[in-house]
């Protein structure tokens, strides 16, 4: 089978060489990976990843939570590391909510900036939102009919994701989704026709149910993960994991590059 991780961090301090860790991707039968980027560093080092290692792809852009150092300039980089062709989307992008400290006007300017760059170079966006529903939803509203819209470990209710399935988005889910308490990922999945689900590990955070607790999480949970939405579809692995692969083909272009 053909396993697909569209949401991963890469890199050697958390796995004692990336050598060693894409050999063992690739004998566990993860064909291919996207390594994401969060800042103007871990783009240019997601960019050099993926010259590197033939089954690695990228993303560049300004994580939320990443902002402290942004200038408006940045913004020329990212655009030129989006021009590269194993350069999948610009991501992760969005808006998060999560620490008292959130700066949430500085987050939707950097957030709007980018993906109305993302629509001029007309490039797919990875999207990361956190305790943001409300306010993701009401800016997807404007851009999404005219972009490629994916929200990585989706986080909010079905009933959100029913409505941001209507603006022409996609959703892909990670290890959280396996876990016995997640009810609400396992609805959302229940409900998402399965051409609009992706599988994504955010390794090396969020481990899937039988890695609970340890560092690092590797590509290699997209198995587990693949597993779990099966079952949740009542489909076959096969038929799951293939879906999966042309989805995301079909949505990152370049990832036939
Ligand atoms: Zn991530």
Known sequence: MNYIDVHCHINDEDYGGVDKLIANIQSAGIKKIISVGFDLPSSRYCKSLAEKYPCVYFTA??????????????????????????????????????????????????????????????????????????????????????????????????????????????????????????????????????????????????????KYGTFPNTPESIIEIARNIADIKGISEDTAVSTIWNTAHTFFGKLNN
Not at 73 to 89: P, Q, R, S, Y
Not at 127 to 147: F, G, N, Q, T, V
Not at 179 to 200: F, H, N, V
């Open 61 to 210: 852009g300004f994580h939320p939570t990443e902002l402290k150092n942004f200038n408006d300039g940045d913004l020329d980089e990212i655009a030129g590391l989006c021009t590269h062709k194993k350069c999948v989307a610009m991501g992760e992008i969005g808006l998060d909510y999560h620490y008292p400290d959130t700066d949430k006007a500085l987050q939707e300017k950097v957030f709007k900036a980018q993906l109305a760059l993302a629509q001029k170079l007309n490039i797919p966006v990875q999207i990361h939102s956190r305790d943001s529903a409300e306010d993701m939803l009401c800016i997807l509203r404007e851009y999404a009919p005219k972009l490629k819209v994916m929200l990585h470990c989706y986080s909010h209710s079905t009933e959100i994701a029913q409505e941001l399935e209507k603006l022409g988005v996609y959703f892909s889910f990670g290890g959280t989704s396996t876990y016995s308490g997640s009810k609400k990922a396992r609805r959302t999945i229940s409900a998402l026709p399965i051409d609009r689900i992706m599988t994504e590990t955010d390794s090396p955070y969020l481990p899937p149910k039988s």
